[in-house]
Every structure is written in C-alpha cells, then in structure tokens.
C-alpha cells in the first residue's frame, strides 16, 4: 500500500451507514485510501437504492500490501451475507455477518498494524446481547485493553463520560478515583501527543449542584479531594455543577469536560454541535473512532441523513 490506509467496518447493515459513507466517498478528497469491510452484495443493492453509482474494487485481505490503493474505486473486503432487498429490519439475523466484520478487521489491525479504524453503529440490544456496555468495551475486550477511555471530540470543545451506558442507579458504584483518574490520564496524553498541549479539564460532581440531601456525598467523599490532588499534575479543576458548566462563558474555559455519566455529557455536546463530533476510543493500540451516531433504522432508504459526523471521523484520521 501506498499510504497508511483507514480501514472502516460498516457495522450494522440496516443502518443509515452506507447512505452517509457514499454522501461522503462521493464529495470528499481523501488523501488516506479506505479499506471498507463489508458486503458486496449489501453494497450493490444500497447504492441502487440510493441512487449511488461507484466502481468496487474487491480486496483480497490476505494481500493488502501488494495493492497501490487509492479512493477512486470502493476498496472493499467482501464478507458474506445475504440480504433480500437492501434494507430490512434490525435483528440478530446480521450478527454473523458483524461478528465476521469486526474479527477480519482485528487480524487485520494486527498483522498490517494498521493504525486507522473506523465502525459503523451496531444496534447494542441485538449484537452485543447485555454482555458489552457498548462497542467501545467490546473493541477493548478484544485487544485485551483495561483502561480505555469514550471521549466525544470536537476542536472547540471535547466530553468524556467516566461510566458509559450504565443504567442510573448502578452509575454511584462506579464512582471512585481510579476511574476517574484513568480518564484524565488518557485524556492529558491524548492532548499531549496529537495536540502539542495540555489541556484545561473540567471536572463535574455527580449530584445537582454537587449537593446531597443524603449523608454520604460523592461530590465531597471523593471527586473534590482527588482534584485536590491530580491538580498539580494535571490542568483539572471542579467539581462543577452540570447544569452550567455548558453555557457559553463557562465552557469556553475549557477543551475537556468530564462527566460522571454519559447523558450528563452527551446531551449537551450533541446540542450544541449536532453531527460534527466523533467518538474516539482512547487507550487503545491503534486510533479507533466512530461517527456519533446510532443506526438510525426510522431514517433507512430516505437517502436524508446527514454526514457530517463520518466525514468529520475520516478527515480526523486523514490529518492523523
């Protein structure tokens, strides 16, 4: 291969994917070739679908490094399934053809060291059956990698929560210094290396206005002393409230803010920015990124989704 390539997984296949990946291929210069791992069969009756007209390259994956690839051509890696028309409904009859996807990808990033990977969404009820929090432990579990990390990046202002997609009433259990420390960790060598800079980090309490009406505060027991800690080592303060560490004079401050719980990060960093944020795996031994989006199954065939978010994944690791 001629450059180092970004080798994309297209995850679930009744998902609005493929509709934003060809929105993309079609209107973007991509200096890194794409490796796509999919199904051809998939791929020819979406794109008649949606109206895409796109030559496939059909890659064998045992010889990746004897091909001169470029973006001129679909660059596709053919896994099996068989569809009856292109989108159908989401359900565990695609599992197969996902587990095979992410598997050949893994060997792939591991014997080409390929450094660049992107997903697709998966539906987690149907693929990950309750024994992965999300695609981003089950990514971890497979490169035997303990301490990683779910930040939502965008240049101007980033998010990471310290629990992921756990239930509400599990999330106070979690809630200790290891954890969050982990994060802030991967957080400050993330900015470090790509950035050239340490970057300012917020931290946020658990509870409203970092009160509690009970005897035991997670605010005061345990985030308020360890920022009293990590301080000198690490641009971190806090705790703040969550209810206005997002207005505009406020989190201008800062590159990071670091929730306790996902949606108390993640519902205002897709408010303020919509589609133009990614979700980057930290703490892996490659980049793994994922455009922040699920699979979207009301908008499939509608050829109406927006793109931004994958573009915004590829041209990050394109500059990468």
Known sequence: MNCDPIL?????????????????????????????????RLLKLQMKKLGCKKEIKLLNPTKLKQYKLDNKTINLIDVKYNPRKAFEKISSKSNIFIKKSFELAFQIIKKEKINKF?????????????????????????????????????????????TTHLPLKLIPKE???????????????????????????????????????????????????????LRYKYNVTGPYPADTIFLKNNRK???????????QVLTPIK????????NITLGLPFIRVSPDHGPNESMLGKNLSNPQSLLSAIKFLDKN
Do not use: R, W
């Open 8 to 40: 994309i997984v297209s995850g679930e296949p009744n998902s609005v994917f493929l509709e934003l990946f060809f929105k993309t291929f079609n209107q973007e210069k991509i200096k890194s070739p794409i490796i796509l791992i999919s199904s051809k």
């Open 118 to 162: 992107i997903n697709g969404p998966i539906s987690k009820k149907n693929f990950l059956k309750s024994k992965f929090l999300g695609i981003t432990e089950y990514i971890s579990k497979k490169f035997f990698t303990e301490k990683t990390c779910m930040l939502i990046y965008n240049k101007n202002l980033s998010v990471c929560p310290v």
């Open 175 to 229: 809630i200790n210094k290891k954890n969050i420390s982990e994060k802030i960790l991967l957080i400050d060598n993330f900015y470090k290396k790509k950035f050239n800079f340490k970057p300012k980090i917020a931290i946020l309490g658990l509870n409203p206005h970092c009160e509690s009406i009970l005897k035991y505060n997670e605010d005061e027991k345990i985030i308020k002393p360890l920022i009293k800690i």
């Open 253 to 263: 401050k800062f590159d990071v803010i670091i929730g306790m719980y996902h949606d």
């Open 271 to 278: 408010t303020l920015f919509e589609y133009d944020a990614i």
